[in-house]
Each structure stands twice: as structure tokens, then as C-alpha cells.
């Protein structure tokens, strides 16, 4: 079974530009969430996608947006990076069942690192 | 406003004392309750959730919804459960967002 795997696995933008993260979902999970931990922050929920909808958003601004696929990988895009978007972006997989999203344990990725200078 | 709180940002003990990592929430509703632990140089994974009133790795953490707090006890400390360690309710239901307390990072001394 492979696990929830991010790329890339650090990244270096500048102000202004936009940026695109990638996460494979565990093996039979349909249910993705995004968190962004800032250094010596816990994760901060960014939102959830399941069965290609998104399912709940967190305090972050619209230029931040998801997408998820079929196979129930999925995309985080942030556009006009900011300094303070500088953080480890972690996504997260989760089991769902045929109706409703996952209500089990959320596994994580290894987490991209997104400096912005 | 969902709010968790992990009063100690650091905690030192020696290996085989008793370990009692704090987290007081916030939280409207019957949220459900997680602990999660980053080993060095591993991912963020499941530690144990207080619904399945599992012990794992000798760790337990009762719930007190008077004091609305979730603390994590284990009653001897070994070297191997250095980590950080985050307290994380979520509302339940068809919501699983977790909200992450700010982690406790747990030194066991030898």
C-alpha cells in the first residue's frame, strides 16, 4: 500500500508569482485535505476535497484554490504568493464511504516547503 | 471561535517518570478528539483518537467535557516517545477539518 506522497518537496518562488502543489492520495482514499504549518505553528486547515468537490474551506483568502481528480489525487494552487505563504504545506488522505466523506484518521505527506522571497 | 490550546510549548522529564501533555478546546458541538505526533524526521501521523478508547504506545487521554480538555497521560516515559505532539478536535460529521493546537514538543532524558 502506498502512502500520501507530496511533490514538490521544497520550492522557491518570489512575490507576486503563483504556485502549484501536488498529492497522491493514499490507495482508496477519496477524501484530500490541504493544512499549511507555518514554522513553530501546528497545521492550519486550508480545505477538503472529496469525490472531486471541495468539502469545507478554512480562513484562507481565493487565491488559494484545489482541484481533485478522478483517481482522487490533487492540486493546491496559490496565486500572488505572498511572504507569509513561506510554510510547509502538508495534504492529507482519508478513507471515505460511498456517501459522505471520510470520518476516519487523516494520514499525511511528507509536507512541500515553500519559501517565497 | 474553535479554539485548542497546549499550554506547554516544551516539556522535559526522564526516562520512566509520568508524562502529561495538556490540551484544553474550544469548540461548539460534540467535536471529535485527536492526538497527533511528529517523530523526528517522520510525518505527522495518528497517535490516538478518543473515540476508540485505544491505548497506544502505552499512551491514553481522557476526555473531560466539563473542563473541556483532552490531556494525553503515560505513566513511564520512555526515550523513543521524544516528539512534538499536537492536540486536534474536529467538528465531526461529514466536516473532518482538524484544528491543530500550536504542539508540545516532549523531551525523554535518559
Known amino acids: 500500500e502506498t502512502g500520501v506522497t507530496q511533490s514538490p518537496t521544497h520550492l522557491i518562488k518570489t512575490r507576486g508569482q503563483q504556485v502549484t502543489l501536488r498529492c497522491s492520495s493514499q490507495s482508496g482514499h477519496n477524501t484530500v485535505s490541504w493544512y499549511q504549518q507555518a514554522l513553530g505553528q501546528g497545521p492550519q486547515f486550508i480545505f477538503q476535497y472529496y469525490r472531486e468537490e471541495e468539502n469545507g474551506r478554512g480562513n484562507f483568502p481565493p487565491r488559494f484554490s484545489g482541484l481533485q481528480f478522478p483517481n482522487y489525487s490533487s492540486e493546491l494552487n496559490v496565486n500572488a504568493l505572498e511572504l507569509d505563504d513561506s510554510a510547509l504545506y502538508l495534504c492529507?488522505?482519508?478513507?471515505?464511504?460511498?456517501?459522505?466523506?471520510?470520518?476516519?484518521?487523516?494520514?499525511f505527506g511528507p509536507g512541500t516547503r515553500l519559501t517565497v522571497l | 471561535a474553535q479554539r485548542v490550546t497546549q499550554p506547554e510549548k516544551l516539556l522535559s522529564v526522564f526516562k520512566g517518570a509520568p508524562v502529561e501533555l495538556k490540551c484544553n478546546y474550544s469548540?461548539?458541538?460534540?467535536?471529535?478528539l485527536f492526538w497527533y505526533v511528529q517523530y523526528s524526521r517522520q510525518r505527522l501521523q495518528l497517535l490516538l483518537r478518543?473515540?476508540s478508547r485505544e491505548s497506544i504506545k502505552g499512551f491514553t487521554a481522557d476526555l473531560n467535557k466539563g473542563e473541556t480538555s483532552f490531556h494525553l497521560k503515560k505513566p513511564f516515559a520512555q526515550e523513543e516517545d521524544s516528539a512534538m505532539y499536537y492536540c486536534a478536535p474536529s467538528p465531526g460529521g461529514s466536516n473532518y477539518k482538524l484544528t491543530f493546537g500550536k504542539g508540545t514538543l516532549l523531551t525523554v532524558n535518559p
Open positions: 492529507a488522505s482519508s478513507p471515505g464511504g460511498a456517501g459522505v466523506p471520510s470520518t476516519d484518521t487523516q494520514y
Open positions: 469548540y461548539s458541538g460534540s467535536p471529535e
Open positions: 478518543h473515540i
